[in-house]
């Protein structure tokens, strides 16, 4: 399963990304966000499962946005 997680910098979002990647059902993460956003630390080799897109608008997405959702 592919979780997409849409505003990705806040604290609620920083641990949905923690137990997505902790969850072996769920494939792959985009994190989308206005910024880079890192995988925590503590998740060692399961953190290759998230992408970090960044995202200067909301309200239109680049193609490259859109490929990887």
Known sequence: MKLVIGGSTDFVAAELIRQGLENPAITSIVA??????????????????????????????????????
């Open 32 to 69: 989308l966000g206005r910024r880079e956003i890192p995988a925590p630390p503590e998740v060692g080799p399961v953190a290759a499962k998230l992408k970090s897109v960044v995202c200067d608008n909301f309200e239109s997405y680049s193609e490259s946005v859109k490929k990887e959702l």
